[in-house]
């Protein structure tokens, strides 16, 4: 599965180097999110969540491994069609010509570059870069983001040695049962100084150490982007790598490179017929898995984050509140017939038939009267006076209007 994107020539434009840069990671973030969603039904995987960085680190080495020594290219580039050569640099003078490495960008005259094949020193020197410094940098920062989190944390609480590190708990009668075990604690306390100051030291240098890289990367990037190098960073400058668009040619070769290897391990293989076939089948299945490792690994994660999408919409369509229309007002209460009957002008108390004077309705029928009088009257027959219905004082709630 190869893309060409843009550009001319045999010179890979920044934008692929930088995707092909970036995919481990953007890959590796997928799989952990990945992971993580498939823990919350099968508890075991968090297991492999605890080793995160092993167990990528280890996958990364079987495709990248793989992707060298078949294609030329690590995983990430062969997936953009691009391809790793020796850079074989011929200056000519009036005396000799003899080849050095050099930083020269890549469309320079025919003569001056010449690109070879990878040797296997470089291809094993790229795994290294590719696989073994990041796992390494990955453990340098979580050992400073621990760090860092108990200088917080000793900040604010106080270190727990001087706290607890002064109890004693044997008396006497316990010095026998102490003495026993001194010198295995001794040991261990030793071995716990030796890595702390291991630590310390490694919070202390590893921001320079991130901002050399990235100051290095940032610079390599640039002078890649200006077309004053061919080295997109530093590990292909040390390596003298190239990184170039594999032509038609280029691919029919690598295929028939393929054809070749497997056919020669087939024809290594020793023992019965049987276990010929058995070992075949299995070459066969490692193969499958290898060649579709790029495209399964892709889709994969593209799967998990569509049904992430699917189920999480979903979920929100279930649990977002209905808006339903709002209720009608339900009916004014009727009138008694032995009750006290309303005055035609509105705004006059039923009770006194005189204008309202602080303004308070019964809560059980909603009529509004004098506070004064609808108090009296509640308090005297527990009843609202227009519809009869029982009322207590407590059910009185005064009206207050805008001056």
């Known amino acids: ?37 498939l823990a919350l039904r099968r508890p075991f995987i968090h297991k492999i969540l605890d080793y995160e960085d092993e167990f990528f680190a280890l996958l990364m080495l079987v495709l990248e491994t793989h992707s060298l020594r078949t294609t030329d290219a690590s ?75 108990a200088t917080l944390q000793a900040s604010l609480w106080g270190e727990g ?47 320079w ?16 982007l200006l077309d004053a190098t061919g080295f997109y960073s530093l590990g292909l400058h040390v390596l003298g790598i190239h990184v170039c668009r594999a032509t038609g040619q280029e691919l029919m ?13 087939r024809e290594r293989l020793r023992g019965p017929p049987w276990l010929k076939a058995v070992q075949g089948a299995l070459l066969s299945s490692m193969y499958a898995v290898l060649d579709y490792a790029q495209t399964g690994l892709i889709a994969a994660v593209f799967f998990f984050k569509m049904m992430e999408w699917w189920y999480q919409s979903a979920e929100e369509r279930m649990s977002a509140p209905t808006v339903y229309p709002p209720p009608p007002p339900p009916p004014p209460p009727k009138v008694a017939k032995e009750g006290i009957p309303l005055p035609p002008d509105r705004t006059l108390c039923p009770l006194c038939s005189q204008k309202r004077v602080n ?13 004064s009088c609808i108090f009296k009257y509640v308090s005297q027959y527990k009843r609202c006076p227009v519809t009869l219905m029982p009322a207590t004082v407590e059910q009185i709630r005064r009206l207050f209007h805008d001056t």
């Open 75 to 149: 995983f990430a580039e062969s997936l953009y069609g691009l391809r790793r050569r020796a850079v074989n640099i011929k200056v000519k003078t009036k005396d000799n010509i003899h080849s050095k490495k050099k930083i020269l960008p890549l469309d320079s005259p025919a003569d001056a570059i010449h690109h070879n094949g990878l040797e296997k020193r470089q291809k094993i020197l790229s795994v290294v870069v590719l696989v073994v410094l990041p796992y390494f940098r990955s453990k340098l920062q979580y050992v400073y983001n621990r760090e860092r989190e």
């Open 359 to 371: 303004p308070s309705a019964v809560a059980v029928s909603g009529f509004v009267f004098c506070y």
């Open 161 to 207: 040695e001087e706290r607890f590190g002064n109890i004693d708990y044997f008396d006497g009668s316990g010095n026998s049962s102490a003495s026993g075990s001194s010198s295995g604690e001794e040991a261990s306390t030793t071995r716990r100084c030796v890595m702390k100051r291991i630590q310390k030291i490694i919070a202390a240098c590893y921001p």
């Open 209 to 224: 150490i991130h901002a050399g890289s990235e100051g290095l990367s940032f610079a390599y990037q640039l002078l890649y």
């Open 1 to 37: 599965m190869l893309f060409q994107v843009g550009g001319q020539g045999t010179r890979p434009t920044f934008f692929e180097m930088a995707a092909a840069q970036q995919l481990p990671s953007s890959l590796r973030a997928a799989l952990t999110y990945s992971l993580g969603v």
């Open 253 to 265: 070769d690598t295929s028939s490179r393929i054809s070749k290897i497997r056919s020669r391990e």
